[in-house]
C-alpha cells in the first residue's frame, strides 16, 4: 500500500539535543498528523494540522504543515530518553477518510 | 475511561487456517478503522466504518480479507485461508465521529502470525 516518504529513518541523539523529522508526500494533503509508538503499543497523537503553513506545538514538540500540502515538519526541543520510539507522519487525502501512514523516523536518546 | 481494546493479543494459525480478529472501539465512538502493520513499516490502511457501515474499504487488499461492525460498536476482522505474508500487527482506532479534526484512538494490536 501507498507509505509516505519520512526521514530521517533512524536518528541516534545526546540527551538535551532538538530533533528534526519530515515527511513529503507526491499527493496533496488535507490533514497532517504526527504520531508517536511505543513497542508493543498502538500510535499515540503527538500533533494534528489541518491548514497549510500551520504552525503547532504541543509541550516540546512543534509540527508544521507545508505550504504546498506535501510535506510537514516535526521538530523535538531538548530531547530527553522518553522521547526514544518511532516517529509516524500520516496524512489524509482529499475527500477520503483513510490515512495514510509515513515509513516512520526510529529515535534513540543517548543520556 | 476504558481505550480501545484489541483481543486476542497474540494468534498463531497455519497457512490456510480462517482467523477472527476483534476490536472494542471507545464507548460512544462511531468511527472504527483497521490498519495492518508490518515489521519496520507504518500502519496500512485497511477499512473504516461509519457506524455499522463500511464507508471506505479500499485497503483491504483480496477478497480473503472482511471486517464487520453489525451493531456499530465492536468490529470483527476476518481473514479466510490465510497466507504467511498476512502476518502483521493488526491495529484498530476508533474515533468520535469521524471528522477531520477527530483524534484517532488506536488499540495495542494484534500480532498474527502464520505459519
Known amino acids: 500500500g501507498q507509505q509516505l516518504n519520512q526521514s530521517p529513518q533512524s536518528m541516534f541523539i545526546q540527551e538535551g539535543e532538538d530533533v528534526s523529522m519530515n515527511c513529503t508526500s507526491s499527493s496533496i494533503f488535507n490533514t497532517w498528523l504526527w504520531y508517536k509508538q511505543d513497542p508493543g503499543e498502538g500510535p499515540v497523537l503527538l500533533i494534528a494540522?489541518?491548514?497549510?503553513?500551520e504552525l503547532t506545538s504541543n509541550g516540546r514538540l512543534t509540527a508544521q504543515f507545508g505550504i504546498t500540502r506535501k510535506d510537514s515538519f516535526l521538530n523535538i526541543s531538548a530531547s530527553i530518553p522518553s522521547d526514544v520510539g518511532i516517529y509516524f507522519c500520516?496524512?489524509?487525502?482529499?475527500?477520503?477518510?483513510?490515512?495514510?501512514f509515513g515509513t516512520g523516523t526510529r529515535l534513540k536518546v543517548l543520556a | 475511561g476504558a481505550g480501545v481494546s484489541q483481543t486476542p493479543s497474540n494468534k498463531v494459525t497455519e497457512k490456510g487456517k480462517y482467523v477472527e480478529l476483534r476490536c472494542d472501539p471507545i464507548s460512544g465512538h462511531t468511527a472504527l478503522y483497521w490498519y495492518r502493520q508490518s515489521l519496520g513499516q507504518g500502519p496500512e490502511f485497511l477499512i473504516y466504518?461509519?457506524?455499522?457501515?463500511?464507508?471506505?474499504d479500499s485497503g483491504l487488499p483480496n477478497d480473503r480479507f472482511f471486517a464487520v461492525r453489525p451493531e456499530g460498536s465492536v468490529s470483527t476482522l476476518k481473514i479466510q485461508r490465510t497466507e504467511r505474508g498476512d502476518s502483521a500487527v493488526y491495529l484498530c482506532a476508533s474515533s468520535f465521529r469521524g471528522g477531520l479534526t477527530d483524534t484517532q484512538y488506536f488499540g495495542p494490536g494484534t500480532r498474527l502470525t502464520v505459519l
Open positions: 500520516a496524512g489524509q487525502p482529499s475527500g477520503t477518510y483513510k490515512y495514510i
Open positions: 494540522l489541518y491548514k497549510a503553513g
Open positions: 466504518f461509519q457506524g455499522t457501515g463500511a464507508a471506505d
